[in-house]
């Protein structure tokens, strides 16, 4: 069974300041991508960055970076000088990827609040 | 164009009722998603679209049939709902390539069931 773990349900933080949101995942595929994704209040679920299982390199996108340990099955969003526009449901999501299409598993979201 | 349609935003139905929620995309994306997200959780799939073929149906109730006409259309007909079937439905497309993997997803259709 594939399984993705959000631990924070909530969280805040001030403007201009780092964030840290934590994500933990299962599976026994050896192929596989992991996504963080963003909905605000506007309910568009919008991707913030990805991430496949077998590069490396941590992937960056701007302000957003993550903290990809393969062994650890655990995959950190870092948002750093916050904005009030980040604030957001943030889900982490994995995909297994076989055949012509994957399906997205999500974990429970983090709702993040960035305060002025 | 890189986006996902959804129509409408919001919707209101009585039991009795019959509606379809629509999603278009001009992307050239041949696998389609339904999803539906109640408040406060996470989406959870519906339906899985493959060049216009049902490849999975997460065991949803009959009174949900999805349709897709061609490549870029995704129906969803709804019929004599509950209450508890009142949630966000949020569509999704890929390309299904793995080298362009990820979803685009639309700004959802918000649905209560009176």
């Known amino acids: 069974a594939q399984t993705v773990t959000q631990s924070q349900p909530e969280m805040s933080v001030q403007e201009a300041e780092t964030v840290t949101l934590s994500c933990t995942y299962d599976?026994?595929?050896?192929?596989?991508?992991l996504f963080w994704y963003k909905q605000p209040p506007s309910r568009q679920m919008i991707l913030v960055i990805r991430?496949?299982?077998?590069?490396?390199q941590n992937a960056t996108e701007n302000r957003f970076s993550v903290n990809f340990q393969k062994a650890a099955k655990s995959f950190s969003l870092k948002i750093s000088d916050s904005q009030l526009g980040d604030t957001a449901m943030y889900f982490c999501a994995l995909m297994n990827y076989g055949g012509s299409q994957g399906n997205l598993i999500f974990g429970k979201g983090t709702k993040l609040s960035v305060k002025p | 164009d890189t986006e996902v349609t959804q129509t409408p935003k919001h919707l209101v139905m009585g039991m009795t009722n019959k509606k379809s929620l629509k999603c278009e995309q001009h992307m050239g994306h041949r696998a389609m998603y339904w999803y539906k997200q109640k408040a406060k959780k996470p989406p959870e799939l519906m339906f899985v679209y493959s060049y216009e073929k049902l490849s999975i149906n997460e065991s949803v109730p009959s009174r949900f049939s999805p349709e897709c006409p061609n490549s870029s259309l995704l129906n969803l007909h709804l019929h004599a709902l509950q209450p508890e079937d009142s949630a966000l439905y949020l569509c999704?497309?890929?390309?299904?390539?793995?080298?362009?993997?990820?979803?685009?997803f639309g700004s959802g259709t918000r649905l209560t069931v009176v």
């Open positions: 999704a497309s890929s390309s299904g390539d793995p080298y362009d993997y990820g979803y685009t």
């Open positions: 991430q496949e299982a077998y590069k490396q």
């Open positions: 599976t026994s595929e050896s192929n596989y991508y």
